[in-house]
């Protein structure tokens, strides 16, 4: 208990701190406002901060004045308190202590490079996986063609193209899960189980119509470029989406999206299928289960062929929002599922503060033949001190079920409190 009061005053300390940070960023780019070379509001582009909460593909913005290259310099910076516990039947985990995390940081560069046509880049600045920096990825997504000819202005009105090295959009769930520092979006402060999260050269073309959404790609099927010859076929992926506000209080979102990687050799260079290893950066819950920079997650994507499918609802009425996920990944030699329901309640003048519960199953079967499941529930809630700071907490309890006897998961389970400050401009 001595321990809890202490690092819970010192987290409390670092939120307040961060917010001190976070004032003094604001103040330094309010200042450069009056300059083309800064710009708070892109055309075309998610807020990272307060504002950018429960929002999913940037709104289509057609009418705005281009007064030449306008670069808008962001980031993000978070450290969590993990007081977590952890035991399976062999007894045979690492013994987990209370203390912080390794702190981490994004760079992200946004610029309006023409009319209609935006560039994002970003970098992990320090990551559980990399103390070093390395790019994330990036792309440029095209709005318009005025930049062409102005005779081709409004051709696109309806149209959107991302071209990169990029987060794909599969499903929904990436746009409320932490990347790396970039974590203020996400209402708790782990993933989903089953993580859909991938960066793969590739291309996605939207038709944006009022309320609907419908999207079509392709991508490399792999984040690890090289022009070596391998033997894999490209990935291919769809989005078809509703999302309206019918009225002041009352907003409604839903979405089916499907990934399909194509083959790839077994046990060959470029074998790995990536939907659900595909982030780099790592895991929240640090040095459970595995110990690795993914522990804690479900990975069924292990065969020559992959194909996911997601169901997405969104529903906010008032302050209450409630998102939720079905998933079904299959491959030649699994078949596995992931539910999730999250039940937000968000409060204050201006929705400042939020509580919540988060359920997370996911069930499938092993090479083995053994039919397994894993389960977590996350409870908490969150304090945005200002639209930019945000400070959180959360219990998880995460536990593995049916998994056989002399394996790491055999009635595995880890659970206790984290604390979170985030930090994204």
Known sequence: MKNLIKYSSIALMMAVGFQAQAQDVDVIVVEEENKSIWDRDLPNFRAPDQRGISEFEPTKDTDYDFDGVQVRLGGASTIQLQGLRQENAADDLAELGTNFNLATANLDLDVLLAPGMR??????????????AYVKGGYIQIDGLEWISEDLAGIMDNWR????????????????????????????VGNYLMDSFTTEVGAEVYYLNGPWLAMVGFTNSTINQSSIETDRDPSYLAKLGFDKQISEDFRFRLTGSVFHSGYRPIGARGATQYLYSGDRAGTRYYNVIEGDFRAGRINPATGAELTSFMINPFIKVGGLEFFGIYENASTENNDWNQYAGELIYRFGATEDFYVGARYNTVNGELGSGDDVNVNRFNVGGGWFMTKNVLAKVEYVNQQYNDYPAGTIYDDAKFNGFNIEAVISF
């Open 119 to 132: 560039m994002h880049l970003r970098t992990y600045l320090s990551s559980l996986h990399h103390n070093e």
């Open 161 to 188: 193209v991302k071209i990169g090295h990029m987060e794909n959009n599969y499903g929904d769930a990436h746009f409320r899960r932490s990347d790396n520092a970039m974590a203020l979006y996400n209402p708790f």
